[in-house]
């Protein structure tokens, strides 16, 4: 089993950066691929990025190609989402996963077995 901990979300200014970490524990995680979703009230979970478990290859969702960046350092057992020059379509609650089939990363939501509970981040205009 894998405990996933997000941290690092909360209040920002349209333009501003934020990191968000995920940290794993009971399970060695460089055997897992990441990745992270979101979620803002009243719509879907949608996929944000991915990073395969060597951290080699990532991929990211359209809204936020170019702005975002997923990490990872196995060592520390943890996976990052660099968000930079936010927008406000940006607020949602940000939730990370982790597969251990997919291991080069996915794009869907049912390729993950593992999930964080989550953290907001909100982004004012």
């Known amino acids: 089993q894998v405990q996933l901990v997000e941290s690092g979300g909360g209040l920002v200014q349209a333009g501003a950066s934020l990191r968000l970490s995920c940290t794993a524990s009971?399970?060695?995680?460089?055997?897992?691929?990441g990745g992270w979703f979101r979620q803002a009230p009243g719509k879907e979970r949608e996929f944000v990025a991915t990073?395969?478990?060597?951290?080699?290859?990532?991929y990211y969702g359209d809204s936020v190609k170019g702005r975002f960046t997923i990490s990872r350092d196995n060592a520390k057992n943890t996976v990052y989402l660099q968000m930079n020059s936010l927008k406000p379509e940006d607020t949602a609650v940000y939730y990370c996963a982790a597969t251990s089939t997919a291991l080069s990363g996915s794009t869907y939501r049912n390729h993950y077995n593992f999930w964080g509970q989550g953290t907001q981040v909100t982004v004012s205009s």
């Open positions: 009971g399970r060695i995680f460089s055997g897992l691929a």
């Open positions: 990073i395969s478990w060597s951290g080699a290859i990532t």
